[in-house]
């Protein structure tokens, strides 16, 4: 579904992606970990059209996306949920949901779908009519994956979910990634640590210094040892 190759980034003299290979299959759910500042924002932000790569290729469902413009991705069917959740703070629940369904010109399978997200996180159901920004980091964290759902991704990016969290709040954001997957969403997920992803992830991609260092499918992975190497740098 996703083919990145060969693909460098950076801002000014600063290579922050360095000749990076990645696949996403219709169906996966990939993870990339890695150190601060490894590079991992700005593979999503490559990918998601907020930054051009400087070389290499980007393919989503076999069309070259590399350069265009993310209104123009998110039509495709690529969301983004990124770093800091980005929803509007000073408008309801319901107004960011209606705002992210306006791309829709299917109302009655949009309403279906809030529906669906509004059982997919009852949270967002109780607090319709509050605040955004008055919802906890978790709340918030429920309410930008929704938002993307209501544009109908075939593939969804998340930029450190569980960012902020409390360890009991991280699970039921993890569950909900869970339940999207079940339901047919491909993921591609960026998180600095690696200590919750291994029952989720079907493949990670180690990053650091803007390189791959390692890549590997989960259950190769699972012990830890080879995932803690690549990402400290050990041998
Ligand atoms: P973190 O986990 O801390 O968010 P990351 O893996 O997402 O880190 P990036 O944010 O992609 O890393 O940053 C990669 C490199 O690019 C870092 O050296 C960072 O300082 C640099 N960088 C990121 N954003 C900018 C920017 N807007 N201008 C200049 N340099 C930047």
Known sequence: ????????????????????DLTVAKGEVVFVVGPNGAGKSTLLKTVSGLMA?????IAFNGETIAG?????????????????RSIFRTLTVEENLSV?????SDRDAAAADRERVLDLFPILRSRYHGVAGHLSGGEQQQLAIARAILQRPLMMMIDEPSLGLAPLVIDQVYESLRQLNADGLTLLVVEQSTARILDLASRIYVLRNGHVALEGAACDLADGHALEEAYFGYG
């Open 1 to 20: 579904m996703l083919e990145i190759r060969g693909v460098s980034a950076g801002y000014g003299r600063l290579e922050a992606l360095k000749s990076v």
């Open 53 to 57: 790569p400087s070389a290499g290729t």
């Open 68 to 84: 265009e413009p993310p209104e123009r991705l998110c039509c495709r069917g690529l969301a983004l949920v990124p770093e800091g």
């Open 100 to 104: 992210a369904a306006m791309i829709r």
